[in-house]
């Protein structure tokens, strides 16, 4: 029943901006913390930016700290991602997850196996 949707990933040039969008149907958005992962070509996925239940509380990984933020609209079931001053090495795979009896900062890092994910949106980053 959990769907989650991404969209907003394209290329960009170094230094550019995107913003993704993840819309949820078929749960309890606001009873889920919500996250944003990547993966890079020949790499392991790994957690962007996670978000708490109501939104107060957010959480991002050293390499895109400073750069990216995310925000939740419960009214739009939708996550978002603000991506600024881009960089080659954000180039990758963008997937939107959703897990239940979770905080931000254990999502991002290990989120469980129960966790929702959606198809992913590509982003690349190149001049």
């Known amino acids: 029943q959990l769907q989650l949707v991404e969209s907003g990933g394209g290329l960009v040039q170094p230094g550019g901006s995107l913003r993704l969008s993840c819309v949820a149907s078929g749960f309890s958005f606001d009873s889920y913390v919500m996250g944003w992962f990547r993966q890079a070509p020949g790499k392991v996925r790994e957690g962007a930016s996670c978000?708490?239940?109501?939104?107060?509380?957010?959480y991002y990984t050293d390499d895109v700290k400073g750069r990216f933020t995310i925000s939740r609209d419960n009214a739009k079931n939708t996550v978002y991602l603000y991506m600024d001053n881009l960089k080659p090495e954000d180039t990758g795979t963008y997937y939107c997850?959703?897990?239940?009896?979770?905080?931000?900062?254990?999502?991002?890092?290990?989120?469980?196996?129960?966790?929702?994910w959606g198809q992913g949106t590509q982003v690349t980053v190149s001049s």
């Open positions: 997850a959703a897990a239940r009896y979770f905080n931000s900062r254990p999502m991002c890092h290990s989120p469980p196996l129960s966790a929702s």
């Open positions: 978000i708490s239940l109501d939104g107060g509380t957010t």
